[in-house]
C-alpha cells in the first residue's frame, strides 16, 4: 500500500495563500486527490488529478481558487489554495484513487490509501 506523506498547512489571513504538498512512497498510474475536513462535519472532496497531470476534476466548491497539480517527479503532487477563506478552515487530506480516472475520487469508496493530513487554518 502506498504511503502519503502531506506538509505545507499552517495559518494564512483571509485571501491570503497556501502550497499544500503530497509525496507518495510509490510511483503509480492511479489518480491522486485532495479532500478536507472541518470539525463536526463529513470529509469533503476538492480535487483530484490523474497519474500524467494532464486530466484534472475540482468540486464547484474550489474551483477557480484552488489547483491541482503533479510534480516533475509524478509521485508528487500539490494543492496551491488561492483567496483563502476562513470557511476553508479544516484538516487536509492526500488521497489516492483505486483507478486512473480523477473523477472517481469523488466517491470516496474508491480511496485506497490516506495520508495523515495537515491542518490549515484561515484567520478572519
Known amino acids: 500500500q502506498v504511503q502519503l506523506v502531506e506538509s505545507g498547512g499552517g495559518l494564512v489571513q483571509a485571501g491570503g495563500s497556501l502550497r499544500l504538498s503530497c509525496v507518495a512512497s510509490?510511483?503509480?498510474?492511479?489518480?491522486m486527490g485532495w479532500f478536507r475536513q472541518a470539525p463536526g462535519k463529513e470529509r469533503e472532496f476538492l480535487a483530484a488529478?490523474?497519474?500524467?497531470?494532464?486530466?484534472?476534476y475540482y468540486a464547484d466548491s474550489v474551483k477557480g481558487r484552488f489547483t491541482i497539480s503533479r510534480g516533475t517527479a509524478k509521485n508528487t503532487m500539490y494543492l496551491q489554495m488561492n483567496s483563502l477563506k476562513p470557511e476553508d478552515t479544516a484538516v487536509y487530506y492526500c488521497?489516492?484513487?483505486?483507478?486512473?480516472?480523477?473523477?472517481?475520487?469523488?466517491?470516496?469508496?474508491?480511496?485506497?490509501?490516506w495520508g495523515q493530513g495537515t491542518q490549515v487554518t484561515v484567520s478572519s
Open positions: 510509490t510511483f503509480s498510474t492511479s489518480a
Open positions: 488529478i490523474n497519474w500524467s497531470g494532464g486530466g484534472t
Open positions: 488521497a489516492a484513487s483505486r483507478f486512473p480516472t480523477p473523477q472517481t475520487m469523488s466517491d470516496m469508496t474508491s480511496i485506497y490509501s
